[in-house]
């Protein structure tokens, strides 16, 4: 059995430094923004918001001056996400680049992708989507269809991406296809690419979601033509490359701050006088809370000190997003209040919004199952 | 984790391994006191890893304090090594000699108050206390009282009358009764040492020992599960198996890294707040720990026979004991809600 480390550790002076510097920032920039929009959290998309996050140096913190980056710590960059997210900044225009497709670049691209690329996501300029789900592909991501077959100068791609979130807004996708097949090998055969949202051959549109919102998107390619050059490390590397770019990414504070806009609007509504009830509810909640930030933490600082600790992730996202899903349920069981879409008060809306919100929080990024699935081969049971 | 700490918790590892075999256990659970193994642990400086060397402690940190709390969790050690280290470092915060021989720590409830009353140049217990750990095989009592308005550590020799209980787990918790009874000694806390010291770090110690019941608990359970064969193959090769264990693994893994932050927080000084944040979480994870460890089992986990049930009745007591989740989460959520909701980010990255 594979031992769970969860070390603390102290965040460094530079990086407590930069949080007051952020702070003072979004109290300007978010300014009375309503407790609802603050509850989309990494949902909101605002390009302007990115922009002056690009400017500030924020966006691409850890990467390479050469690129655009500021060559500074992964835990300073920890700060700050943490910061956007209990602020509720609108970070999905610039956020899915600065997490997954820049590091992906850095590590598996081309020198001209990246002097290409680089620079503009770390200015806040460019949007990225990630284009993985297919009709017939979820949790079983390496049984996906959609074909890049090669032709002269590049691949022609055909098949269909759903649940790709922001597709319609964003620049580009770096997106998983088949280049090659063999049945008995599924995992190879895979290959990423770098793909213009605008490129002919492809057609958006959009999948609304429950609450009736729209973020995803089913992405339809016929005979859409990527150039050789957009493709993203070796053909047939995809497989790796992916299960590298997830597996990095699941121990964020993304992934139990999602309903701590509620936690708030909760505690400002109870807190002039909390009778036991409502204080056990709310003692529980942050309990909980500080632990993971703990948890959170003590991932982010094994990622600095460049270990791999894969099975403390997958644990951080199945703990964090169950306290995520668990807090609309304990406000409903404490008050009892109605949850609304735009009426009544700031409680309600919150309720309303993250309720209807609560589901996706264990689907995105690995289903708790496959995440569980992960803890129990690192407990030697598969 | 610093290179002693992790030489700690390899010796202690080794030490309760090889001494808390499953006979000690059912004879303490029979009311023997494990003598031998009181003093190998006393003799290797487990005790009083908060004293100054100086005073013939190991001059340590409470997080060096949790290495050792947190095994003796692990291994459910019938002694009152936990309440041992946190008297010691009562009395060594106010300036007193910590005796040796295991010591006990009161009031262990809340609703139990015992009086210090100056008498001529010393001072007089009188009250009684309930659930007192090792109340009547502890050679002497640490006692946390309020006296002529500030909080005073005192320490009692063994002799206040005895009434003797136990936890589900057959540990000793016995009721004292103080009846104008002389101290020792009795001295000012040490600064930033409340009157409720005895419940509040009574919690911290029963936080580290839960973290390592659920450290047993997630290993015993997969390994069981490895070995165990069902429809002809191991049952932890089923998914429903599997994803129990997950979840265990989770509360485990929570469990831990909450005790170790309230361990942290002692050595800065005010850790209120922590502690209350781990007694409520790891006595959460205690009862689904513990459920799952149990249904991975089946039967025979469900016997006297079988060890894992010297962990889990552990559980089942340690949890309530210095107050249970409900207690701390009302503590804990008064305050968050006296520093209204704006603070409650700043506060939590503050610390």
Redesign the interface.
Known sequence: ?QT?R???GELPPAAEAL?AEVREFLRRELGDTPPVLRAHSWGGFDRAFSRKMGARGWIAMTWPKRYGGHERSALERYVVL?EML?AGAPVSAHWIADRQSGPLLLRFGTEAQREKFLPAIARGELSFAIGMSEPDSGSDLASLRTRAERVAGGYRVNGTKVWTSNAHLADYMIATFRTHHDPARKHEGLTQFLVDTKLPGITMSPIIDLAGSHHFNMVVFEDAFVPEDMRVGEDGAGWKQVTTELAFERSGPERYLSS?AL???L??A??KD?G?R???????L??????????SL?VALMLEAGENPNL?AA?VK??GT?FEQEVPEVVHALLGIEPTIDSGSDLQQVLGFLMQRAPSFSLRGGTR?I???I??R????? | ?NELRTILGDVVTRLFTDLVTKDLLESAERGEWPAALWQTVEENGLTLPLVAESKGGAGGTWGDAFVVIRAAGRHAVPLPLAETIVGSWLLSGAGLDAPSGPLTIAPARREDTVRLVRAGAGWRLSGSAARVPWGGAAHHVVVVAEAEGRPMVALAARGAAVTRDQNLAREPRDRLVFDGSPVVAAAPAARGVPASAVWLYGALARSAQIAGGLDYL??QA??Y??ERRQFGK?I??F?V???N???L??????A???A??AF?AADRGDAA??I???K??VG?AAGVGASIAHQTHGAIGFTYEHALQFVTRRLWSWRAEFGG??D???????A???R???A??PH??A?
Do not use: K, Y
């Open positions: 059995m769970f969860f070390e603390l949080r943490e209990a701590f936690l708030l609007e505690i400002r109870v807190s909390p036991e409502a204080a056990a509810t709310v003692g529980r942050v309990a909980h809370l500080t632990t993971l930030r703990q948890m003590s403390e644990v199945d703990v169950t199952e995440l569980r699935g803890i129990a690192g407990l030697g049971l598969r | 984790m997630l290993r997969s390994q599960a490895t191991p932890g090769s998914q198996i599997q994803q264990l997950a979840v693994a989770g509360h485990t893994a929570a831990g890294t909450a170790a932050n942290r707040f922590e209350a944040a781990a409520v979480r959460e989740e409900g701390w989460a009302v503590e804990l959520g008064r968050v809600a006296e209204g909701a704006d409650l980010w939590l990255t610390r």
